[in-house]
């Protein structure tokens, strides 16, 4: 609860001061909040979990406590990946752009309405896939360098979404205290391990995301991108 509670005032007051809020019109703003909503919101579901979860009350407060928990984790994964998305398709005509935006936002709304009737960790973790290879997708485009996007963020991406599904993966299996029963109650059991995974992967989203956005508030960024591509075709 603690650690979740230091992060929410870590993100609240660091991340603010370093994103472009109007520097390059309504676009970068709404990508700013994005932004900060997906990195708070995990921190602010989990400590409201952790805050009540022992609370003596029934199964039906439990469980809007835990869909409160898939909430917050569903804000990082969709208004988190929001900027980019955006970042990825930004030299795309306006069509294609809200057209694959629309798209991803259909896909996380489809997960979130499933996940809030999941039945156990695995299928809840599962209703995240959709949006989730479609982020997969659009890395790997911006891995063969088709699409927008900072060349920097790449490394970024890749690991926002490895680390993501590596935390979530020792979450669902109880790993490792399944093979050490009753050894790691306290610390190293699946639990902590998840949380720190979770920390490593907003770090990696942080990071991606202000490279796209300084990338979106530089003058003529399409035209850098092909520039550069050029120069590799012709090497």
């Not at 005509?93 to 489809?110: A, E, G, K, N, V």
């Not at 996940?115 to 209703?127: G, I």
């Not at 290879?133 to 063969?144: D, S």
Request: proline share 5%; net charge neutral; hydrophobic share 50%.
């Amino acid at each position: 609860m603690y650690f979740a509670g230091l992060a929410i005032l870590y993100m609240l007051m660091t991340i603010p001061q370093l994103l472009p809020w109007n520097t390059k019109g309504t676009l970068l703003a709404i990508l700013s909040w994005c932004h900060l909503i997906g990195a708070v919101s995990p921190w602010i579901g989990s400590f409201i979990y952790h805050l009540f979860m022992n609370l003596n009350y029934d199964e039906v407060f439990y469980r809007f406590l835990l869909k409160l928990d898939m909430i917050g984790i569903w804000l990082c994964q969709s208004f988190g990946a929001i900027p980019m998305m955006a970042a990825t398709v930004h030299c795309l005509p306006d069509t294609y752009w809200y057209c694959c935006i629309f798209i991803y936002w259909f896909l996380c709304i489809w997960g979130l309405l499933n996940a809030m009737s999941a039945q156990s960790p695995w299928e809840r973790r599962l209703c995240f896939a959709p949006p989730f290879l479609m982020r997969m997708l659009v890395m790997t485009l911006r891995c063969f360098g088709i699409g927008g996007g900072s060349p920097s963020a790449l490394l970024h991406i890749v690991l926002q979404d490895l680390i993501a599904v590596v935390g979530a993966t020792i979450g669902a299996m109880r790993i490792p205290e399944k093979w050490i029963p009753g050894k790691l109650d306290l610390v190293l059991n699946s639990h902590n391990l998840m949380h720190v995974l979770v920390v490593l992967a907003v770090c990696s989203m942080h990071a991606a995301t202000l490279e796209d956005l300084s990338w979106m508030c530089g003058s003529s960024p399409c035209n850098r991108t092909e520039s550069l591509h050029l120069k590799h075709d012709e090497l």
